[in-house]
Each structure stands twice: as C-alpha cells, then as structure tokens.
C-alpha cells in the first residue's frame, strides 16, 4: 500500500493549496487529512468515507473541502483563506476496507506567511 501527497507549499495568508493524495494498493473505506504544526500533536483536519459523508475539525470549517474519487483511489484537500495557523505538515491517511489497516502517507509541508 502507498500514499502520495502532493500539492503543498508557501502561500500568502488569504491563498489557497490544493492537496492530493493518491493511493494504491488497497481500497479504502475513510480516507482523511491529518497536520502536525511544530510543538503541537498530529490533528485531523478532514475525513471522508467512501460514500462522502464528511466531517471536519471546527476550526477549517468553512475554509477546507475534503473530496474524493474512489475510481482513482484520491483524496483531495481544497484549502482556502488560509492563515499562519494553518501552518503544518499536512499528512495523508486512509483505512483499508477489508483489514482495516491504517496507512499514513509521507506527508507535505504547508506554509502560510502573514
């Protein structure tokens, strides 16, 4: 099984990213974004089952769309009016449907200047 993001970067405070994670291997039934901003534990941002229902941490309400298409096993992350504290490394994660198992990607940093 393997996760890749990809679509971080440095973008002013008001910007937008667009994440992606591609997996193989597997089929998943959630798939999510997690962050991990320096001093701070890893959070989840966003998840989505494979039907779409989604859910997602109160404070990217609002600003960050989870999606994804299960014919190319992608998850994506729309991240708009970004701020400082959105800062982290942001880190692809998925559930297999049979196992259960638990897979991380390698994860992409995200910087938000002010």
């Known amino acids: 099984v393997r996760l890749v993001e990809s679509g971080g970067g440095l973008v002013q405070a008001g910007g937008s990213l667009r994440l992606s994670c591609a997996a193989s291997g597997s089929i998943f039934s959630i798939m999510g974004w997690y962050r991990q901003a320096p001093g701070n534990e890893r959070e989840l941002v966003a998840g989505?089952?494979?039907?779409?229902?989604?859910n997602y941490v109160d404070s990217v309400k609002g600003r960050f769309t989870i999606s994804r298409d299960n014919a190319k096993n992608t998850v994506y992350l729309q991240m708009n009016s970004l701020t400082p504290e959105d800062t982290a490394v942001y880190y692809c994660?998925?559930?297999?449907?049979?196992?259960?198992?638990?897979?991380w990607g390698q994860g992409t940093q995200v910087t938000v200047s002010s």
């Open positions: 989505i089952t494979r039907g779409g229902s989604t």
């Open positions: 994660n998925a559930a297999a449907i049979l196992s259960n198992q638990v897979y």
